[in-house]
């Protein structure tokens, strides 16, 4: 885990592209320049430069596209393209998406607000976008085919609604879904609320992200489009951990936190030492009566789901998805369990023929952050991450809520390691520990058992190998 300051990094990197060059000169003087972002560091949240004001999200590893007003409507534009996402240090992925980055920039708009977004396809194949969520006219839909023809590579089409309610949303294709989701092409969008809201809170941050997923071989750089269920990276914002930010706050702010999910299996998301409430979901707010605390919530495939907590307590906080292989990396994914097998006298005979012979997870997986095992180039490793005590053996969905006393307001730089107050930290115990009594106890165990078997049943503990489908 890297300390640097991953925060306004590449501030200068925001560069303008040229058009599609099918788009005709005089068009292109009409279409706002489409901004591109090379880095994918967390970006600032993008003060609004004009129209009414908000206070903006954060995206995590991401950024938000700025628009022009142009006769009261904003315009944004959207290029699709292919893109190569670095989804960890050391590991770069080969994805589709949007204006340099996948996932694509946020949108941000507020309620009431006329939206116009050109949308410009630089892929190999036809693509449109539909607006996850949002009530408009059907024709606006991007269902290619159903509400529209496709957008043909080289093509710009022009999508134009209102933003008729707050809430979370996202974009994708509605056009050879399973190829361009699997590659990378979607976003978000927030639409604030355009005065005071009821169900609304205002709070001091608020940060957005996607749970998405790819399949990629150790090695390679491109994801496997046919696959269903395997996936083998599982990523916030197209990063994997240790390169996913963490979300760095200011002790006692209130803080919400926007996820959406457009993998293809669901995510229970578990913050540690607060408790939050689900503030909103597909639909927008949530009544209050319907608010009850929560440390773990599901979020299901398709569905956004919005948490709110008082961050009142200091700390490193780890969040991340309670599927535990959903915080792992890739490799090593279909080793059977040798949890409990002894395999020296195995390990002994093969050592004689093959000297380099090592035995994997014998005393659990934990090894495997540890080991300097040759990888194959452009991979992430399976369980890694460097903490202030040692390696955290994580990957995949898991990041970290940073909670500062001196977290200064709108700083969303990484403040580095929590250091601890004196007695605070668990500890080893000196000496042997105490043995306990209470199966010796009388009366300790509940009932004497009847009718044991005469000898104790082995368990084969060695998993089936091939498929772990369905996680
Ligand atoms: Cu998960």
């Known amino acids: ?75 944004f534009h959207l290029v699709a393209e292919p893109v190569v996402r670095e989804m960890a240090p050391g590991f770069k992925a080969n994805l589709w998406g949007y204006n340099g980055q996948s996932p694509g920039p946020t949108i941000e708009v507020v309620e009431g607000d006329r939206v116009r977004i050109f949308v410009t396809n630089k892929l190999p194949e036809h693509t449109s976008v539909h607006w996850h969520g949002q009530r408009l006219p059907n024709g606006m839909d991007g269902v290619s085919g159903l509400t529209q023809p496709p957008i043909r590579p080289g093509k710009t089409f022009v999508y134009e609604f209102v933003a008729r309610r707050p809430g979370t949303f996202m974009y994708h294709p509605h056009a050879d879904e399973m190829t361009q989701m699997a590659m990378g092409m979607m976003g978000f969008w927030v639409t604030h609320p355009k005065a005071e809201h009821p169900l609304i809170e205002k709070v001091d941050r608020d940060f957005v992200f996607l749970l998405n997923a790819y399949d990629v071989e150790p090695g ?29 706050v200011r002790l006692n702010d209130k803080v919400r936190i926007r996820i959406g999910n457009l993998t293809m299996t669901n995510h229970p998301m578990h913050l540690h030492g607060h408790e939050f409430l689900v503030t909103g979901t597909d639909g927008g707010p949530t009544p209050k009566s319907t608010r009850q605390y929560e440390v773990t919530t599901d979020v299901a495939v398709g569905q956004m789901r919005q948490i709110e ?41 093969i ?18 952050g540890e080991m300097e095992m040759p990888i194959p180039d452009n991979t992430a490793r399976m369980m890694t991450g460097e903490g202030p005590f040692g390696s955290v053996e994580m990957g995949g969905m898991f990041s970290m809520v940073k909670v500062r006393r001196n977290q200064k307001p709108g700083d969303y730089g990484n403040p580095g390691w929590f250091k601890h107050p004196k007695g605070t930290v668990a500890y080893e115990l000196d000496g042997p520990a105490p043995e306990t009594s209470r199966q010796r106890d009388p009366g300790a165990a509940a009932m004497p058992a009847r009718n044991m078997p005469a000898k104790n049943i082995e368990v084969q503990i060695r998993k089936p190998g091939g498929g772990h489908s369905g996680h």
């Open 309 to 349: 907590f008082l961050a009142d307590e200091e700390g490193d906080w780890a969040f991340h998805c309670h599927k535990s292989h959903h915080t792992m990396n890739a490799m090593g994914h279909d080793v059977p369990t040798l949890i409990g097998l002894d395999h020296k006298d195995v390990a002994r005979q």
């Open 220 to 248: 390679s750089a491109t994801p496997k489009i046919m696959t269903m269920l395997d996936f083998n990276l599982w990523s916030w914002n197209s990063r994997i951990f240790p390169g996913i930010d963490s979300l760095n």
């Open 351 to 368: 050592t004689n023929l093959v000297p380099d012979y090592m035995v994997m997870g014998e005393r659990g997986m934990a090894d495997m």
């Open 1 to 75: 885990m890297t300390n640097r300051r991953n925060f306004l990094g590449g501030a200068g990197a925001i560069t303008g592209a040229l058009a599609a060059a099918s788009v005709s000169k005089v068009a292109m003087a009409a279409l706002p320049e489409p901004v591109t972002q090379s880095t994918p560091n967390t970006m600032p949240p993008l003060m609004p430069p004009g129209g009414r004001p908000y206070n903006p999200v954060v995206t995590l590893n991401g950024w938000t596209l700025p628009w022009r007003m142009n006769n009261g409507v904003k315009e």
